[in-house]
């Protein structure tokens, strides 16, 4: 089994900028990626990003995040600029390790003035 745990959410103001961290307890030379959960509804893909750094992008992101890979660490980043009130969601990391799927607990993100 892998565990992983986000760090990095908070409360920012809009056009605020917010940087997500998901450390993995092994190292996973999976696909690994960040999605998100807004209130009251499904939850979705923001970014994946392989081993060989392979990105894809949700269309909403629109250049504004930016997904990195440490797969030494088996760490992986969010970097989130220019936030919306419409990105306030809990964001949740998760990673494909032997066959499997994993998931973190979520990170809190609350875009608001």
């Known amino acids: 089994q892998v565990q992983l745990v986000e760090s990095g959410g908070g409360l920012v103001q809009p056009g605020g900028s917010l940087n997500l961290s998901c450390t993995a307890s092994k190292i996973v030379f999976g696909i690994m990626g960040w999605y998100r959960q807004p209130p009251g509804k499904r939850r979705e893909v923001v970014a994946t990003?392989?081993?060989?750094?392979?990105?894809t992008y949700a269309n909403f992101v629109k250049g504004r995040f930016t997904i990195s890979r440490d797969t030494a660490r088996s760490t992986i980043n969010l970097q989130m600029n220019a936030l919306e009130p419409e990105d306030t969601a809990v964001y949740y990391c998760k990673c494909s390790f032997e066959g499997r799927e994993y998931w973190g607990l979520g990170t809190q993100v609350t875009v608001s003035s």
């Open positions: 990003i392989t081993n060989v750094k392979y990105i």
